[in-house]
């Protein structure tokens, strides 16, 4: 593969671990997230959580457990090679349902997964991230149209089509 191939191969694979990381968080899937960071690898989120890549895997996905929904997207994702190591810069939405006080709530959260990753055994993952929150706005929702049918585990029908 000449050059510049493997520079679309190598971006389109940390592309992929990006969006994999997003499936993970919504379907609550532990195995797909522990993927995405190598063993080693650290997440610092603010206050939030700071730790290995696999214990925030386990964070958050408990978190999510006690939620109604959410989903996650990136977006403007810029990726910068060198060798066997990158850096990378995704801006996410994330949004949260869950109850407060009886009341239907929505979280509406952006920043961006500031991200150094390497590629280990042909595999590129997570060496680091942190993430930075740039702004968030809590509302409430005075009604659902629709429930939503989409399932928060392995179950969900993707798995059906994508697999794990």
Known sequence: MNDSHQALADREAIREQIYRYCRAMDRIDHQLGYGIWHPDGSADYGPMYSGSGRGFIDWVCEQHSAMLGHSH?????LIQLDGDRAGSEAYVTATLRFRQEGR????IARG???DRWSRRDG???IDHRTYIHDFDELVDVPASITEGWGRRDTTDPSYAVLGG
Do not use: P
């Open 123 to 125: 595999r590129w993952a």
């Open 73 to 77: 997207q990136v977006a403007n994702i």
């Open 104 to 107: 239907l709530m929505q979280t």
């Open 112 to 114: 961006r997964y500031v």
